[in-house]
């Protein structure tokens, strides 16, 4: 007796048909056409949508999610006054109102099918309560949602008094990643200085590594180079993400030529920030005016595994977003130019397979034997999708539906036309 069958599915691998069939919050089959003879206590029929593994959100701040306009708005919409208005707002929080806000964003991102997300915790105050409202968020929302947690020194770990102290105090409290912001500190030396410590620190406890890396439009913040080395130099491959590189896409194509290769053998991988990263680089440029985002497809060509995150919602950097990693993946192709056919399936994947992997999530998949978490889209393929931003009709994890949103259909009114719209070409 299966738990669930789907049938009618469509994969986002391009196949058309499928059955996936779910026993104890696990996929045991997939397979084309129907499972003849099965018996199931829920058949959902898919009707030729796509089923999709879940999205995952390799790049949050979850302590500052939610907080648009405490305790005031960034009215130049810059990154240095989002900095400086979160140093502002962090004497101002409480615990009790920083969970909750978390708790409603991670709400939010359920019902868009976003089950698992990264976020870096800022370490900088010596309170640690940041880091300890979010695991409290961690332990409450681990029954529907995975909620990695990166200890992240926000005004330098080099830089502020006590910051490597602190950093290391999150960790012991249960923080599972360690990062870092190497452009942040007061020098080029320091900031390789505290790449090495960093990396030494994650080698030390058995931790993975991910940092802010040259989230900057000058070309000779090449701290990724470092992070690149280091990975190598202390048996680190796999475990280390540089997010963010901006700084790479004002670099020179002759360095980049060296550089690219460099981050791929050191097993680094990348995640790029593409609603944020757009908005905030550029800044002090007239015209032409630098896009900002990190060399997406060359990453992408040399075998570097490479990851979209949303960054920010509603907070003091950004006052948009809504948990949607679809939209992030639209804005993404869009900057990067990735619109041919496989260049629109791997920005699907840099919110779905390639964010897991850089999570180093288990049992994220669509195969016998993953977690039986997806989510299923009103859409026909990968590429509706993302045109779409595609609603999601429903959202399980491990078996269990968590969500669901009425399909999206307009009632129409114009004589001699259909009575309904989709917003799908015949």
Avoid at 30 to 44: C, I, K, M, P, Y
Avoid at 121 to 149: F, G, I, M, N
């Amino acid at each position: 007796m299966l738990d669930l069958l789907i049938t009618h599915a469509s994969l986002p691998d391009g196949r058309t048909g499928m059955s996936v069939a779910v026993q104890g919050g696990k996929i045991v089959e997939v397979r084309e056409g129907a499972l003849d003879g099965a018996q199931t206590r829920e058949t959902v029929d898919a009707s030729g949508q796509l089923l999709s593994p879940p999205f995952c959100d390799p790049h949050f701040h979850m302590d500052a999610c939610l907080s648009y306009g405490l305790p005031r708005v960034n009215q130049s919409g810059t990154l240095l006054e989002g900095i400086a208005l979160w140093g502002e707002l962090k004497p101002l929080l409480t615990a009790d109102a920083l969970i909750e806000r978390a708790l409603t964003y991670c709400d939010w991102a359920v019902a868009k099918g976003l089950l698992a997300i990264r976020s870096h915790v800022d370490t900088s105050d010596p309170s640690l309560l940041p880091v300890q409202a979010l695991l409290e968020v961690k332990k409450r929302v681990a029954p529907y949602l995975d909620l990695q947690l990166v200890a992240f020194p926000q005004d330098g770990v080099l830089r502020s008094p006590g910051g490597l102290e602190n950093l290391k105090r999150a960790l012991d409290l249960g923080v599972d990643v360690v990062g870092g912001i190497p452009h942040f500190e007061r020098t080029m030396s320091e900031g390789a200085a505290s790449v090495r410590l960093l990396c030494e620190l994650a080698a030390e406890r058995g931790k993975l590594v991910d940092m802010h890396c040259d989230e900057s439009d000058d070309p000779l913040s090449r701290h990724i180079e470092t992070l690149a080395f280091e990975a190598q130099r202390l048996g680190l491959q796999g475990r280390v993400t540089g997010s963010h590189l901006t700084s790479m896409h004002s670099m020179d194509n002759y360095y980049v030529s060296k550089l690219i290769p460099l981050i791929a053998e050191a097993g680094v991988s990348v995640v790029a920030n593409p609603l944020i990263n757009i908005t905030l680089q550029g800044r002090h440029d007239s015209y032409p005016k630098r896009r900002g985002l990190t060399r997406v497809p060359e990453l992408m060509a040399a075998g570097v595994t490479v990851a979209f995150g949303h960054d920010c919602v509603m907070d003091p950097w950004y006052s948009l977003g809504s948990g949607d990693m679809l939209e992030v993946a639209h804005m993404g192709l869009h900057v990067a130019q990735m619109t041919s056919q496989q260049g629109m399936r791997q920005c699907f994947e840099a919110v779905t397979s390639h964010a897991a992997k850089v999570m180093h999530l288990h049992g994220h998949g669509l195969a016998p034997g993953c977690d039986a978490s997806f989510v299923l889209l009103q859409a026909r393929d990968t590429v509706d999708a993302l045109r779409l931003r595609a609603n999601r009709l429903m959202v399980w994890r491990k078996g269990t539906l968590l969500a669901q949103t009425p399909q999206t259909v307009a009632q129409l009114s114009v004589p001699g036309r259909a009575a309904e719209v989709r917003w799908l070409a015949q």
